[in-house]
């Protein structure tokens, strides 16, 4: 197969990651001999740095005329801490989703049973835990009108829905179901807002054409709680931009490590895949960050091509590594691999060099 | 001392949960010879099915006329289920909310030694949290304006917020944190909303007012994820209406039971108690409801009224329950007592009726 990749590294760590990314993707073209070629843009707080941008029109070229993007991730402190900086890294990241379509993200939450010790959960309430959240990426409060007054004394921001974006990633959420526990949950606060029941009336619509998936509800704050006293009840998760944003990353907390949850974005044409986590600025250029979300990432990637049997291999080399403890110091105590020596595991393992590492 | 307190029960198990609030405050006045009496009034979907309104005037004139106010719980699956519902039992909350100035709700976790087994956080992890959430109450996307297009195919809701209503708060939250650990962690999204930029800004300039104080800042999708992976990190947190509701909710699941949360409205003349759990339709008349959240919330309408005693005298009933397990069925396995067991027990104990309960 073919591919075209274009890599968008970002801000922080984001490079030192996405490095093992191409690095995997590299030992899979060879192994399994597709010809997978890379391109490279900035994005955020660096684009901002380069260009003054925070998503060069250049940027989001590369990425259309790829197959696929790697995103590393976006943000710097520099501009968390000064609420008036106008131009700010997040906006490369709402232009990228809006400019390339992305409407749904999804994660994958699994528990691999190596790592159960590392969750915060107790092992009988997070084990045979295994789940997906579905979350709107294209509406809500990231692109409704956000004002602050003249005087800057007082602000708001506009949380804004309607049904086609709704019905669109609802489709997906009752296919995906569909396709695993048949089980549906729906996210919402709709004893508040207009938005949630705008939600609900559409759901209620969509799912009498999936009568084999069971649907229910939940409201937000329910779920931010069941999410932790219960999580094996979840299937697929359904849930607008703000709330999927909290409740996706208490999700990864739950599963051991956000070090290792994977992100798929879904568009009409495009599609992007990311880790979860944040760009560590502090971490950046000391190859201590873990790449294996990342390096999930290009697994779901690979599966989007139903390239199937390379991303099998990709995940057994990452349980390779996880079982033999070749990973960065977030993950194990006792010793200390780099970034770039897990992305070098990984690819040489794929590669059947079974030799690499012997001094473990 | 002599106290009035409107007893509002609101929905579901709201009866029998403010029903033990009354029999253990009378224990308290007993003992401690205070004058206390009781006003009760209707709110939620009680209150729509009597009159109408979710909140008659009436009952929020005698809301007015009391010191303060002990809250059941507010819902009805009823109105969740229909999205198109115009008359809502939540509404008569945030009429409540609004009636009576209550701008910040405290909501404290602390982990109880006996209980941190009923946690699904492991015991490592959990141990000796001890922290508040300080969630702002007036403001935000419950009271912007919520709409509807005619066609019914999109809607919006507002979050707003403007200066004042941030200072009032966040000067609460300061000398909250002043007489605790002296941390305060401001959770927001200022790296998307202004509204969480116009929090950020506020904060920045009242935290030199208390320079003893250490101010740090929180993403919230971070947030959600750090209260389960560390939740010894934190003193006082103080965040805006939505971000306080799923967050207080999550807090509260990990120190082992919601059953067990307490918290305090605050205004500038009213304070109102009230657990921080629901309506639990399904439970209502069954007699097996938790009480301890509503009272320790009247453990926390004591201390407000500084009967600091009388405060110690409920909690170590309260402990007393625990350790003996005559608790209702969520938070034991063992034992079954009802409802109205444990509220007897508790004021029994306060009364030094050692006597009561001696079958176990
Ligand atoms: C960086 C930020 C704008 C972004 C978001 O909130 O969407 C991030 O938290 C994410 O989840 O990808
Ligand atoms: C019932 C609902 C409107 C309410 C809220 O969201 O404020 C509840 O969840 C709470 O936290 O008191």
Known sequence: MKLKIAILPGDGIGKEITDQGVKVLEAIATK????????????????????????????????KKADAVLFGAIGDPKYDNNPDAKIRPEQGLLKLR?????????RPIKVYDDLTYKSPLKEKVIKNTDFVVLRELSGGMYYGENKVSEDGLSASDECIYNAKEIDRVAH?????????????????????????????????????????VTLNYMFVDNASMQMILNPRQFDVILTENLFGDILSE???????????SASASIGEKMVLFEPIHGAYVKAKGKNIANPLATILSVAMLLEHFELFEEADALKTAVNKSIELQITTPDLNTSQKFSTSDVGTFISEFILDKKNVFTHI
Chains 1, 2 share one sequence.
Not at 191 to 209: G, Y
């Open 32 to 63: 399994f001999k597709h010809d997978i070629t890379f391109s490279y843009a900035d994005v955020g707080a660096t684009a901002i740095e380069k260009t003054g941008s925070p998503l060069p029109d250049e940027s989001l070229e590369i990425c």
């Open 250 to 260: 208490e999700a990864s907390a739950i599963a051991g490590s956000i070090g290792l």
């Open 98 to 106: 809006k400019g390339l379509g992305l409407y749904a993200n999804i």
């Open 172 to 212: 997906l959420a009752f296919s995906m179901a569909k396709q695993r526990k048949k089980k549906l949950t729906l996210i919402d606060k709709a004893n508040m807002f207009e938005t949630s029941r705008l939600w609900r009336r559409r759901i209620m619509l969509i799912a009498k054409e999936y009568p084999e």
